[in-house]
């Protein structure tokens, strides 16, 4: 296991199930013969993983914690490496898994194939936890993301969020299934996509008010201070104890939408490290999103394109980034 190169960083993403992401396309997809693809490209991957690499484009100070197991484990801790993410890593015994996206050219239809991932011991997800910690420390927010691997109990992230609390850090989870439906405390934002709010409520939530009544208990249950529902190209909805906003998606071009909840949750993060209200940091992350549609594969939304979909707005007029840290408003440790 590695340290932080630095003493002091802002966003902290944890990510228990990272993935080397192997993307590529082929004119058509076909059962039982053999379907010949284009160039791979190969992108480190997961939730968290992700969140990490967005936010250090942004020029954002993030250290992503993971674990990594055999060649596949190497290979993203290289790649992590050459785009500049630091990282601290757990080596566990299992190998990490890889996950395939195929664009079929003749339909623009895509196809992806997600694997489980490893199996990890209790050590190893106590060593992962305890990596959090040491990394955690001064930190301003920390983001988990990503789904949970096998041998990993199903409310490990309220263990993650009851660290947070005690380490005076901000939690974020952006989850589904069984790692959401067992967070009952702490966290300051959850985002959650339409299919995983409906997951969470056990039940289909026809609408927008249906889904705007699902977060709200989410909130009234102390699961969490706010909510962002991603909707595709339906408006995003931002809930709060004091009501709601909804945000409106960006018209893009087909391309690629892996990783782009990752990438919105990245862009919320770094506006809020950056002082900027919740509204402007959801618009910011709402532009980085869309931005990830222009990219091939897996690969990571290009900050031109970022704060070209912000409306455009000039680096100068938001507070520097690099002040010192403050709460962002309305938030509890």
């Not at 305890?130 to 990993?152: C, I, K, M």
């Not at 409310?155 to 067992?182: E, K």
């Not at 993060?269 to 402007?280: D, I, Y």
Request: with cysteine; net charge negative.
């Amino acid at each position: 296991m590695n340290e932080p190169t630095t003493n002091f960083t802002r966003i902290v993403t944890l990510t228990m199930n990272p993935a080397l992401d192997i993307s590529t396309e082929t004119r058509t997809v076909g059962h039982t013969s053999k379907v010949r693809c284009g160039p791979g490209r190969y992108h480190p991957g997961g939730g968290g993983v992700n969140v990490a690499r967005v936010a250090t484009a942004l020029q954002a100070s993030a250290s992503a914690v993971l674990p990594v197991g055999g060649l596949t484990g190497r290979r993203i801790l290289e790649l992590l490496d050459d785009e500049g993410v630091d990282t601290v890593h757990v080596d566990i015994a299992d190998t990490t898994r890889e996950n395939v996206t195929v664009d079929e050219l003749a339909t623009g239809l895509q196809y992806r194939f997600v694997l489980a991932g490893p199996h990890m011991s209790a050590d190893e997800r106590h060593a992962c936890l305890g990596a959090l910690r040491r990394a955690t420390v001064g930190a301003e927010f920390v983001v988990a993301s990503g789904s949970l691997p096998p041998g990993v109990p199903p409310d490990f992230y309220q263990t993650v969020a009851d660290a947070c609390r005690d380490q005076g850090s901000l939690f974020v989870l952006d989850t589904s299934g069984v790692g959401l439906a067992n967070l009952t405390s702490g966290a300051y934002l959850v985002k959650a996509s339409s299919r995983e709010l409906s997951d969470w409520a056990g039940r289909p939530l026809a609408g927008e008010d249906e889904q705007l009544d699902a977060a709200a208990q989410l909130i009234s249950k102390g699961c969490t201070q706010s909510i962002l529902v991603s909707r595709g190209a339906d408006p995003a909805l931002l809930v709060t104890p004091t009501g709601h906003q909804r945000f409106p998606a960006h018209e893009m071009p087909t391309g690629s939408g892996v990783g782009a909840g990752d990438a919105m949750v990245a862009g919320v993060v770094v506006g809020l490290s950056r002082c900027w209200s919740m509204t402007e940091a959801v618009r910011f992350g709402m532009a980085c999103g869309a931005a990830m549609m222009l990219t091939p594969g897996t690969g990571i939304c290009r900050p031109d394109d970022v704060w070209r979909l912000f409306d455009q707005r000039p680096y100068a007029s938001h507070p520097n980034p690099f002040s010192p840290s403050t709460t962002p408003e309305g938030a509890t440790r």
